[in-house]
């Protein structure tokens, strides 16, 4: 049986996020199952490293899934590229050792969240992207980020639906820039509970606007209480950007 590894990159903005649901097949991870398994006449799992939710981006999503068939890594790319929809795109395919697994053996992931910070909405950017009018002080978001840095039980930041044993994760970097009126927020970290990034960013977008002091974050994470912290940040700016590997 041969493992192959993938490099995906997808706009979710039609699909009810990566994971299937179900024999519903309007998810990421469907999509690419059921091209595979013409391809190869074969019942066919994919294993994403990242469940992203609905209506998030992926800029390099990697995923695996075993078969019987031998396969040139060109064929598995080139088949999937071009039966799959135009909002799905196979960067790369590789035969990877039989032990690899996609979710289990991430060294890292790195989200990145778009914000266009003017008054007026970009027409080409909105559906990648969440609109904020009022001006954002970044340096008090920045201030504010350095309080989600290391290790904590991130239970208030993510969605009441978590079921995972542990809710601690370790966040290593969390950067902020601004372009232009573009606003890009980068979190990089070894695991994240569901939507945890979406209210890491809710709540800085609150700080930067006023709403909440930079100081308060230290007892909303203490709190692991959902309703202490700030806004829950549009799926549509955010995306998966990196993952990496030991």
């Not at 639906?161 to 573009?182: C, D, H, P, Q, T």
């Not at 939507?195 to 007892?219: C, K």
Request: include cysteine; charge should be positive.
């Amino acid at each position: 049986m041969k493992n192959y590894k993938l490099t995906i990159q997808y706009d979710g903005g039609r699909y009810k996020g990566w994971q299937r649901l179900g024999k519903d097949e309007n998810t990421i991870q469907g999509k690419i199952e059921k091209v595979l398994q013409v391809l190869t006449g074969e019942n066919i799992e994919i294993i994403g490293c990242s469940r992203t939710d609905a209506g998030v981006h992926a800029l390099a999503q990697i995923a695996n899934f075993k078969t019987n068939r031998k396969l040139s890594e060109k064929e598995i790319k080139d088949y999937l590229n071009h039966y799959l929809p135009e909002d799905i795109s196979i960067l790369k395919a590789e035969q990877v050792p039989d032990s690899f697994h996609s979710r289990y053996h991430a060294k890292d992931k790195t989200y990145l969240y778009k914000i266009w910070n003017r008054e007026y909405s970009h027409p080409f950017l909105r559906k990648y992207s969440m609109h904020i009018a009022g001006k954002l002080d970044i340096d008090a978001m920045r201030r504010a980020s350095s309080y989600f840095l290391g290790a904590h039980d991130f239970t208030a930041f993510s969605n009441a639906k978590s079921k995972k044993k542990s809710m601690v994760r370790e966040l290593y970097a969390i950067s902020i820039e601004e372009e232009n009126g573009l606003i890009r927020i980068r979190i990089r970290g070894n695991g994240f509970l569901y939507n945890m990034v979406r209210w890491i960013v809710g709540t800085l977008i609150d700080v930067g606007l006023g709403i909440l002091d930079e100081d308060q974050i230290p007892a909303m994470i203490e709190s692991k209480e959902r309703d202490k912290t700030g806004r829950l940040a549009d799926a549509q700016g955010l995306y998966l950007e990196s993952i990496t590997y030991p």
